[in-house]
């Protein structure tokens, strides 16, 4: 079913859908009804965009969740185990390292920390160099 109404278009108006009918090869009032076909769609499409993101948004935390659970386990799982490693590790040295050789725990441990931030972060510093230095004159020892 079709209705037919009256639409004032400004002069400039006029002028585009013209434009547009004589490129198209089509009438003034099929151009019109085309642009609006193209509107509507347009509108349409805008008024449901939110609700294509979150169903995307959704689909894609469902895909996501288990492996970004997964690398947060890992995770959990590498700092228990570089705990454990250091507290052992200065377990260990309280309990071998002659009594007249022990450093103070708290400054070797602080200095390890600091190697071990700048090794994580990837900086090739000094620090790094010197434990390689270190490396290399115990190797040197044995």
């Known amino acids: 079913m079709s209705k037919r109404i009256s ?3 400004s002069d400039e108006q006029v002028q585009s859908i013209e434009k ?3 490129r198209e090869g089509k009438s003034f009032a099929d151009t019109v009804r085309s ?3 193209e509107a ?4 349409v499409s805008n008024d449901n965009i939110n609700l294509i993101t979150e169903i995307i ?3 894609l935390r469902s895909i ?3 492996q970004v659970e997964r690398l947060a386990s890992l995770s959990a ?3 228990i185990m570089s705990a454990t490693s250091t507290f052992l590790n200065a377990q260990a040295l309280a309990d071998f390292v002659p009594a007249n050789k022990q450093k103070d725990m708290l400054e070797a441990y602080e200095k390890a920390r600091l190697k071990g ?9 000094d620090t790094e160099e010197e434990v390689q230095e270190a490396i290399k004159r115990e190797v040197k020892r044995k």
Do not use: H, M, N
């Open 35 to 37: 642009l609006c076909d």
């Open 77 to 79: 799982k590498g700092a």
């Open 64 to 66: 996501l969740k288990p």
């Open 117 to 125: 931030v700048a090794y994580v972060k990837g900086r090739v510093t």
């Open 20 to 22: 547009i009918s004589k």
């Open 40 to 43: 509507i769609k347009l509108q």
């Open 57 to 59: 948004d959704e689909r």
């Open 7 to 9: 639409i004032t278009f």
